[in-house]
């Protein structure tokens, strides 16, 4: 039997949120010391993964699987294919970044990092997942870790009303997808929730028609897709930074995530049917969310829509079928992970000295955090899709596909883009650049720590900028396997 | 005494060490008067001695068998359920020893006692006199522990109210069994169902059974439009009680309606699948409806235990093995769900002495153990994973769409999205608010420390292997079928 290094990836977080929970409650070096040891050994396993995925073969792989409850055909399979591998890594990569980012936390930071990691066990549990059920039960165990740590840790203007919304939202999507689940289940003939062999299970045609919408916009609502996206803004704006990071980061993938593996990959005639609305909907969030922040006052606010707006071209992708927009798909997922983890740290930083998120009281801050001020800027770079950042190699094939569907779904997708750069740069110019006002004379730079995160994702946004056959290979390998049950519909 | 007669007596070995130890408690409490006498342990030691030996001697055959004249049948459903019963009552025995009012007294244990050996009679019952037999000696306990503070207006408010409407349900659904008597010419449950349709009994007369039936039986779960006692009863009785109220007692209940359901009304399966159905939707709604105005959260758990009732049913209604395996495995969950919420309130009432949910504020300053473990009570009981009542949930809605009561599956889910909002809203103040006492520990004897952990641990081992508990679960569902 080879190495569970799935499993071990996964429990990491789990088991040492528990041992934190049992810490002393004074003990702040101990309870952080270990979040960021857990965290670390994540991010390395994951980074193993990630390097020891065989690209040539494709297919799942490091899988292990053993029976749960055979009487209900559940069992405990895990495993990766070339488009959750990198959904992997980034789960890693921004549960070290959050803790790194949380370093300063005071008010109870056991139960802080406690939860934090819980949230890291579930993301990284959905991606890791050949079993529906399983999939549906790690889904599932973000719902509190998410709902305390922003009611208990978030902003306290809003953090009552954006946790209940947030929670609320997203169990309703996750009830409705679990109708479509039980449906898929009792609807094989095989009475498995194993994802391998319910992808054989050649579901007629009417029924792939009746239940894709229930499981993809039950699965969509937490990708963020029109118009049930207002969750995301009012809940990431609610939420402590490492929080934000996570949800925007990793959390919305987890719902396209869910969406493609269990309603495009199993009900592939579905998607065929229903992408027309799927592809109106995402070019609605990318316009729109663009739209939408381009008007915001509130800098975290900015970055909360322009989450819906970038999710929006990973639902466009999805939308085409084929193989370019499958592929930019699955890199704008990575991608934007990263992205939008760097903004929202970079929102948390100029919070915390500044005390402000009004975007007209800012400004001049590059003077004293240049770390936070180029993290900015390059984030910027990728949101705009900039050649030579990881959002051109995510953006552009999308584009491509897109434009062979319907070359005005491509055209006004990509004015979003431009709306885009034009918020960017306008908050861009305003918080970092101009003159800083007078009380922020005597802010400090940004900690050790966050120059570390910011670091480790500016890193990743221009490696894969310059050399995109770090990712792209892998996705392909991953998407091929989707166009083959696309074809076969 | 011939082999058949020692073997009809292994079977209630059981029954008989429960009445067995209320005795000796009773007799305990007569001559040992030191301070701190531990009837608590001893009951729940006694409740472990009880389990092993039923265990041991009253395991049923692969056969469902009758036995003593066909009063009792011993099948895998009754051993099952007894199972949950001592369960609760052994947790329900630690819950009460912290609490002076009740540990004083011994006959308190003893009651309980008497009413699991009443419970576990209800669960074997297979002829109409033993399970009305065995219902009354469920109840009657049950009346006096919940008026267990003779001291206390609304603690003995609880107990008269619990009288009056279990002994009203109780009447009517005597009327029905009468009726059935009279139609099929025997007491026999399992021989009902051939007579009833051997006699061509007119449908609207069995509908009429089955709805006075259903009285009595719905009064047991909490279910509408039977509920009305519930929250009256649950704030007013000593909290243990009201949490053993909740969970063994409920479950009880549901070990009759669903043998009583499948064996004598197996032709009519449409008829009452369709009014379980209607009882689990009012419920739900009803229950999570009014739990969301709910300020005191003993109030807002009986509104919610109506709305589980409501769930549980939705299993009941499915009429299928799944759906039964799911109702009984939503039971053990809720089972160790609402005893671990119910303990924990216990607790902080003695403390705080207040079961209003805002003297919940700063509860996470205060205990941050008792806060997780409310945190795992509650999200238990919203269904989320990887706590017990996630599963319990998807087994029965699956159960629903499995038997095509899509309808049934999707106002459970709606049920679920709303009930989630008061659980959290309680998760909040107690993470979120602050108060003025936050600073002061909050002192958990080590019996309950016990209790709690017990319950706790139950919940995630529910929540996350299946294995044991459903192959339980599935083989006492498979005797009733």
């Given at each position: 039997m080879q190495f569970p290094i799935l499993s071990v990836i996964i429990f990491i977080p789990l088991v040492a949120g528990l041992a934190i929970l049992l810490m002393p409650a004074g003990r702040r070096d101990w309870i952080r010391e270990t979040a960021l040891g857990a965290a670390s050994l994540t991010l390395l396993l994951s980074f193993i993964v990630y390097v020891g995925y065989d690209v040539q073969s494709g297919g799942y792989q490091f899988t292990e699987m053993v029976p749960w409850l055979p009487a209900l055909g559940?069992?405990?399979?895990?495993?990766?294919?070339?488009?959750?591998?990198?959904?992997?890594?980034?789960?890693?990569?921004?549960?070290?970044?959050?803790?790194?980012?949380?370093?300063?936390?005071?008010?109870?930071?056991?139960?802080?990092?406690?939860?934090?990691?819980?949230?890291?066990?579930?993301?990284?549990?959905?991606?890791?997942?050949?079993?529906?059920?399983?999939?549906?039960?790690?889904?599932?165990?973000?719902?509190?870790?998410?709902?305390?740590?922003?009611?208990?840790?978030?902003?306290?203007?809003?953090?009552?009303?954006?946790?209940?919304?947030?929670?609320?939202?997203?169990?309703?999507?996750?009830?409705?997808?679990?109708?479509?689940?039980?449906?898929?289940?009792?609807?094989?003939a095989a009475r498995?929730?194993?994802?391998?062999?319910?992808?054989?299970?050649?579901?007629?045609?009417?029924?792939?028609?009746?239940?894709?919408?229930?499981?993809?916009?039950?699965?969509?609502?937490?990708?963020?897709?029109?118009?049930?996206?207002?969750?995301?803004?009012?809940?990431?704006?609610?939420?402590?930074?490492?929080?934000?990071?996570?949800?925007?980061?990793?959390?919305?993938?987890?719902?396209?995530?869910?969406?493609?593996?269990?309603?495009?990959?199993?009900?592939?005639?579905?998607?065929?049917?229903?992408?027309?609305?799927?592809?109106?909907?995402?070019?609605?969030?990318?316009?729109?969310?663009?739209?939408?922040?381009?008007?915001?006052?509130?800098?975290?606010?900015?970055?909360?829509?322009?989450?819906?707006?970038?999710?929006?071209?990973?639902?466009?992708?999805?939308?085409?079928?084929?193989?370019?927009?499958?592929?930019?798909?699955?890199?704008?997922?990575?991608?934007?992970?990263?992205?939008t983890a760097l903004f929202f740290a970079v929102v948390?930083?100029?919070?915390?000295?500044?005390?402000?998120?009004?975007?007209?009281?800012?400004?001049?801050?590059?003077?004293?955090?240049?770390?936070?001020?180029?993290?900015?800027?390059?984030?910027?770079?990728?949101?705009?899709?900039?050649?030579?950042?990881?959002?051109?190699?995510?953006?552009?094939?999308?584009?491509?596909?897109?434009?062979?569907?319907?070359?005005?779904?491509?055209?006004?997708?990509?004015?979003?883009?431009?709306?885009?750069?034009?918020?960017?740069?306008?908050?861009?110019?305003?918080?970092?650049?101009?003159e800083l006002p007078a009380e922020y004379l005597r802010i400090e730079d940004v900690s050790v720590q966050d120059k570390v995160a910011i670091a480790l994702l500016v890193v990743i946004m221009i490696g894969i900028g310059l050399f995109p056959s770090l990712i792209s290979p892998m996705v392909q390998s991953g998407v091929n396997h989707v166009l083959s049950l696309l074809g076969g519909a | 005494m011939n082999g058949e007669t020692a073997n009809m007596l292994l079977a209630i070995i059981p029954e008989i060490g429960m009445l067995v130890l209320a005795g000796t408690l009773m007799v305990l409490d007569l001559v040992w008067h030191a301070p701190y006498r531990r009837l608590g342990w001893i009951t729940?030691?006694?409740?472990?001695?009880?389990?092993?030996?039923?265990?041991?001697?009253?395991?049923?055959?692969?056969?469902?068998?009758?036995?003593?004249?066909?009063?009792?049948?011993?099948?895998?459903?009754?051993?099952?359920?007894?199972?949950?019963?001592?369960?609760g009552a052994g947790l329900t025995a630690l819950f009460a020893e912290g609490n002076e009012n009740l540990d004083r007294h011994g006959e308190f244990y003893a009651l309980m006692l008497v009413s699991v050996f009443g419970m576990s009679l209800m669960a074997s019952a297979a002829d109409l006199v033993m399970l009305y037999l065995a219902i009354e000696t469920t109840s009657i306990p049950l009346y006096i522990m919940a008026g267990f503070y003779i001291k206390d207006q609304k603690s003995v408010e609880a107990g008269i109210?619990?009288?009056?409407?279990?002994?009203?349900?109780?009447?009517?659904?005597?009327?029905?069994?009468?009726?059935?008597?009279?139609?099929?010419?025997?007491?026999?449950?399992?021989?009902?169902?051939?007579?009833?349709?051997?006699?061509?009994?007119?449908?609207?007369?069995?509908?009429a059974t089955l709805l006075l039936i259903l009285a009595g039986f719905g009064f047991k779960v909490s279910a509408v439009p039977f509920h009305f006692w519930a929250p009256d009863v649950y704030e007013g009785a000593?909290?243990?009680?009201?949490?053993?109220?909740?969970?063994?007692?409920?479950?009880?209940?549901?070990?009759?309606?669903?043998?009583?359901?499948?064996?004598?009304?197996?032709?009519?399966?449409?008829?009452?699948?369709?009014?379980?159905?209607v009882l689990a939707v009012v419920s739900m709604f009803l229950g999570n409806l009014l739990a969301l105005a709910q300020k005191n959260i003993k109030r807002m758990l009986a509104y919610s235990s109506i709305a589980q009732a409501g769930y549980i049913l939705i299993g009941v209604a499915a009429n299928s093995t799944l759906g039964t395996t799911g109702a009984i495995y939503y039971l053990m969950a809720y089972l160790a769900t609402n005893l671990a919420a119910f303990g924990i309130v216990t607790v902080v009432g003695k403390s705080v002495g207040s079961d209003e949910i805002q003297a919940y504020s700063g509860l996470s300053r205060?205990?941050?153990?008792?806060?997780?473990?409310?945190?795992?009570?509650?999200?238990?009981?919203?269904?989320?994973?990887?706590?017990?009542?996630?599963?319990?949930?998807?087994?029965?809605?699956?159960?629903?769409?499995?038997?095509?009561?899509?309808?049934?599956?999707?106002?459970?889910?709606i049920n679920s999205m709303i009930a989630l909002y008061y659980y959290l809203v309680v998760l909040k103040v107690v993470y979120l608010l602050r108060s003025d006492v936050e600073t002061k520990p909050l002192p958990v004897s080590i019996t309950w420390k016990v209790a709690l952990i017990v319950c706790v641990a139950g919940v995630i081992v529910l929540g996350t292997i299946f294995y044991p508990w459903y192959t339980a679960a599935s083989a006492a569902a498979a005797a009733l079928f």
């Open positions: 559940i069992s405990y399979h895990m495993g990766v294919d070339g488009i959750s591998v990198p959904l992997v890594l980034l789960g890693g990569i921004v549960v070290f970044c959050g803790v790194l980012i949380s370093w300063r936390v005071e008010d109870r930071p056991r139960e802080f990092f406690a939860f934090l990691l819980f949230l890291g066990t579930s993301v990284l549990g959905v991606f890791c997942s050949l079993d529906l059920f399983q999939l549906f039960f790690f889904f599932e165990l973000a719902v509190f870790p998410k709902y305390l740590m922003i009611v208990t840790w978030g902003y306290p203007k809003t953090r009552e009303y954006g946790s209940m919304k947030l929670t609320l939202y997203l169990f309703v999507g996750s009830m409705v997808a679990l109708l479509g689940v039980l449906a898929i289940y009792f609807g094989s498995t929730f194993d994802l391998l062999e319910l992808e054989k299970a050649g579901f007629p045609l009417a029924f792939q028609r009746m239940w894709f919408p229930l499981v993809f916009f039950g699965f969509a609502v937490l990708g963020g897709i029109f118009p049930f996206h207002s969750w995301a803004p009012d809940g990431h704006v609610a939420a402590p930074t490492a929080i934000s990071m996570l949800l925007a980061g990793v959390e919305m993938k987890v719902g396209a995530f869910a969406a493609l593996r269990v309603a495009i990959m199993l009900l592939p005639g579905g998607a065929h049917a229903w992408a027309p609305l799927v592809l109106a909907l995402g070019v609605v969030n990318v316009v729109y969310g663009a739209l939408i922040a381009l008007v915001q006052t509130d800098f975290k606010y900015v970055i909360g829509f322009s989450s819906v707006s970038h999710m929006g071209l990973v639902l466009i992708g999805f939308a085409t079928l084929n193989k370019e927009g499958l592929l930019g798909s699955g890199i704008q997922m990575f991608s934007h992970g990263v992205m948390g930083m100029v919070y915390d000295r500044a005390h402000t998120r009004d975007i007209p009281k800012l400004g001049g801050l590059f003077s004293k955090m240049p770390w936070a001020g180029v993290g900015f800027i390059v984030g910027g770079l990728v949101s705009m899709g900039m050649p030579g950042f990881s959002g051109f190699i995510a953006e552009f094939p999308i584009f491509m596909g897109a434009w062979q569907v319907s070359p005005w779904v491509a055209i006004i997708a990509i004015t979003g883009v431009l709306i885009t750069a034009a918020y960017i740069l306008l908050v861009l110019r305003r918080v970092f650049f101009g | 729940a030691g006694g409740v472990v001695v009880i389990i092993a030996l039923s265990a041991a001697f009253a395991r049923p055959g692969l056969a469902p068998q009758l036995i003593w004249g066909g009063m009792l049948r011993l099948d895998d459903t009754g051993f099952v359920f007894r199972l949950i019963f001592l369960a109210k619990y009288l009056l409407f279990g002994g009203m349900t109780s009447a009517i659904m005597l009327y029905g069994f009468t009726l059935l008597y009279g139609f099929g010419g025997t007491t026999q449950i399992y021989m009902l169902a051939e007579q009833l349709q051997a006699g061509k009994v007119p449908l609207f007369a069995l509908a000593p909290t243990p009680v009201a949490g053993f109220l909740s969970t063994t007692s409920k479950a009880a209940g549901f070990a009759v309606l669903l043998r009583v359901m499948v064996a004598v009304y197996p032709t009519q399966a449409q008829l009452w699948m369709t009014v379980v159905g205060r205990s941050p153990g008792l806060a997780l473990g409310l945190l795992v009570a509650l999200l238990s009981l919203g269904g989320i994973p990887p706590f017990a009542g996630f599963f319990g949930k998807l087994v029965v809605f699956g159960a629903a769409v499995q038997s095509g009561l899509v309808w049934l599956a999707l106002m459970g889910l």
